[in-house]
């Protein structure tokens, strides 16, 4: 391998180091995404049953192993404000997601880009 096909090579295997790296993260971010929007669903159930729930009903929160009295209105803004939060959070996720999805395209084709460089070099001796 001359010169120039051994820095193409190195070019194109640090292209693909970085796409590799570039997917593991986004796995990572998929599956806390997936974890996020569970709990974005669990939260609004948990909503829906409180604004079912008239002034009369008693809310509980379980403590460690305590069950303490709660508020109804208390317990619908603290749930409110973690729905707001996860969202936001979600939003983040997918911010992030979408950016890293670009940069792996970019690596994409920087390593076709390398890999047909190499092949014409590799095809010219």
Same mark, same amino acid.
């Given at each position: 391998?001359d010169?120039?096909?051994a820095?193409l090579?190195k070019?194109?295997?640090? =292209? ?12 990572k971010?998929?599956?806390q995404r997936?974890? &996020?929007?569970?709990? &974005?669903?669990?939260n609004?159930?948990?909503l829906? =049953? &409180?604004?079912?729930?008239?002034p009369?009903?008693k809310?509980f929160? &379980?403590?460690?192993?305590?069950l303490v009295?709660?508020e109804l209105?208390d317990s619908r803004q603290?749930?409110g404000?973690?729905?707001e939060?996860?969202?936001? =959070?979600l939003k ?5 997601l979408e950016?890293? =999805?670009?940069?792996m395209l970019?690596?994409?084709e920087?390593v076709?880009k ?6 014409v070099?590799a095809?010219?001796?």
């Amino acid at each position: 391998m001359d010169k120039n096909s051994a820095a193409l090579y190195k070019k194109m295997q640090t =292209e693909v180091e970085s796409y590799q790296t570039l997917q593991k993260s986004c796995v990572k971010m998929v599956k806390q995404r997936a974890l &996020l929007e569970s709990q &974005l669903n669990e939260n609004k159930c948990v909503l829906d =049953e &409180l604004n079912l729930l008239g002034p009369d009903n008693k809310v509980f929160k &379980l403590f460690g192993p305590v069950l303490v009295k709660q508020e109804l209105e208390d317990s619908r803004q603290n749930v409110g404000k973690r729905i707001e939060y996860i969202s936001k =959070e979600l939003k983040s996720s997918s911010d992030t997601l979408e950016n890293m =999805e670009k940069d792996m395209l970019k690596h994409r084709e920087a390593v076709a880009k390398y890999q047909q460089q190499w092949q014409v070099a590799a095809a010219m001796k």
